[in-house]
């Protein structure tokens, strides 16, 4: 019998995975206002990314900075807890990740808007060392 073992032959880090906050996911995809689930659970990065995205879109890049840069920090707490050294692939195709990498791009472009060009551009290296696809989904639709 043939098994998986998931080895990282490159010798990096092992992906980081998030675990899911089936709640909160819930709540969102329900239709329920990003604030509200922000409110209820703070730690969920994806609430914290929609505000991100709403509020960039409505033209306000400061708010939406906020909103970004404390989804940002909240999903670090997390990939810090799920054993992330500071460095190593956070893979989008693990839905529980999409929230801090939503954040940690919508951080990019809002920096960009305010003319923090130093932190853009830490943000979107970060972004491409964590997942190229995230990099690649997520600047094809901002």
């Not at 509200?36 to 990314?49: G, H, I």
């Not at 909103?67 to 807890?81: I, N, S």
């Not at 960009?112 to 060392?129: H, P, T, V, W, Y």
């Amino acid at each position: 019998m043939l098994m998986e073992t998931h080895e990282n032959l490159l010798g990096g880090p092992p992906p980081t995975l998030l675990p899911d906050n089936p709640d909160a996911r819930q709540m969102l995809e329900s239709g329920a206002k990003a604030a509200d689930v922000a409110a209820r659970f703070p730690a969920y990065s994806a609430a914290w990314a929609v505000l991100a995205d709403d509020y960039f879109a409505a033209g306000h890049a400061v708010t939406s900075y906020a909103f970004a840069r404390t989804g940002y920090h909240r999903g670090l707490d997390q990939l810090r807890r799920a054993g992330w050294k500071g460095f190593g692939p956070v893979p989008w195709d693990h839905e529980p990740n999409q929230g801090f990498l939503r954040c940690l791009n919508a951080l990019a472009r809002a920096a960009q808007a305010i003319g923090e060009k130093d932190e853009a551009e830490r943000c979107a290296q970060f972004l491409r060392d964590s997942s190229e696809e995230a990099a690649r989904v997520l600047t094809a639709t901002t």
